[in-house]
């Protein structure tokens, strides 16, 4: 009996992928070995890895002057990663700051530059997406780095940052595939697959290829983004295992209808559970209307002593990882793609009903 797993991540994953992947663990298509066991220099592994960006590159209508990177090192890896792939010739970088993950992407910045805030949300507690308007970007700054998704907070852009002459660099860890996204918009997006694309281990960054020149001397081979573009991102092992799956779980979005199919139902799941939490006033959700994330919705009971009762209630029903992050408490559910209507609409009837019992 599988649970209705609300975790912001490592996250649900779609049934039929696991299932296809424990069909294929034993003997990958006839090679007689799984493909954790591969070399990723040989045939097999290659063909998967090659489909794997091929159908991303579908999906995602990738132009072709974009690399994809399928990277070990995580997002907040990354986090260093960028500046020191993107700083060579410039001082400045800029950051808008939504969050607990833009935090940490500043913090990792300043070890290798000095960073304008160019917008920060903290004066409302993170609770909105600053409007471009009020950003205050410096016109030599390497690049501008947004959170297009606080995971924590449940803070999303409905919108793309334009900003002539600097490029946009996206973590879009936590809604990478839950929805359309210009990519040319974007010098560089990136992201950890573990939230909605497949397993821990695998990181995926997407780099305009006139961006490939600007690395700093001291970035790692493993994490220099143009030797990585050159070897295929074979220049040492990449998380094999987790590319394979999250192949599969790209097979299994085009079998959906694609990127459009998955992104109304995103749509749909997340107004059912937006739309009770505005019918009522026992549970509360802080963020603006505007910039509420369709990934991952935070909300508290109004009185806190009842949280624990809560929680118990819901793992009673089969619906797990529900607490709220550790730096803002309360409850989050996380409702990735992989996260079926029923899931939400049992989370829903549950938290109706524990009203009516408890208010
Ligand atoms: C989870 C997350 C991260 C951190 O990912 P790691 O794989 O733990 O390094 C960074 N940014 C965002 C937006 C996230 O959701």
Excluded at 313 to 334: D, I, T
Aim: hydrophobic share 40%; charged share 20%.
């Amino acid at each position: 009996m599988r649970a209705y797993n609300f975790s912001a991540g490592p996250a649900v994953l779609p049934e039929p992928v696991l299932r296809r992947a424990a069909e294929e663990m034993l003997d990958w298509h006839g090679s007689g070995m799984s493909v954790m066991e591969m070399s990723h220099r040989g045939k097999e592994f290659i063909g998967i890895h090659a489909k794997a960006e091929a159908d991303l590159r579908s999906l995602l209508a990738i132009p072709p002057d974009y690399k994809v990177l399928f990277l070990q090192g995580g997002a907040i890896g990354e986090n260093a990663i960028v500046p020191m792939n993107l700083l060579r010739g410039f001082d400045t970088a800029a950051y808008v700051n939504t969050g607990e993950w833009s935090k940490k992407s500043i913090k990792e910045a300043r070890k290798y530059t000095s960073v304008a805030i160019a917008a920060s949300a903290e004066d409302r507690n993170f609770t909105y997406v600053p409007p471009q308007a009020s950003w205050n970007v410096p016109p030599g700054a390497a690049f501008v780095h947004v959170c297009t998704n606080e995971t924590i907070g449940g803070v999303e852009y409905h919108w793309t940052p334009d900003v002539p002459g600097v490029p946009v660099v996206a973590d879009m860890s936590s809604h990478l595939l839950s929805r359309a996204v210009d990519v040319s918009k974007y010098g560089v997006i990136y992201g950890g697959a573990q939230k909605n694309i497949g397993p821990a281990g695998l990181t995926i960054v997407i780099v305009r290829g006139d961006l490939l020149d600007r690395a700093l001397p001291i970035t790692p081979s493993a994490f220099h983004w143009k030797e990585q573009a050159e070897a295929d991102s074979m220049l040492n092992t990449p998380p094999t295992y987790a590319i394979y799956v999250a192949g599969l779980v790209f097979e299994w979005l085009i079998g959906q209808g694609g990127i459009p199919a998955i992104e109304s139902r995103n749509i749909a799941k997340a107004k059912l559970l937006y739309d009770y939490l505005d019918a009522t006033s026992f549970y509360v959700n802080p963020v603006n209307r505007a910039d509420r994330s369709r990934m991952n919705v935070p909300f508290k009971l109004r009185d806190e002593s009842l949280d624990a009762a809560f929680l118990k209630g819901a793992e009673a029903r089969g619906m797990v990882q529900l607490k709220g992050h550790r730096s803002v408490g309360g409850m989050r559910a996380s409702i990735y793609n992989a996260m079926p209507v029923e899931g939400v609409q049992a989370l829903v009837d549950y938290m109706r009903e524990f009203e009516r019992t408890h208010g």
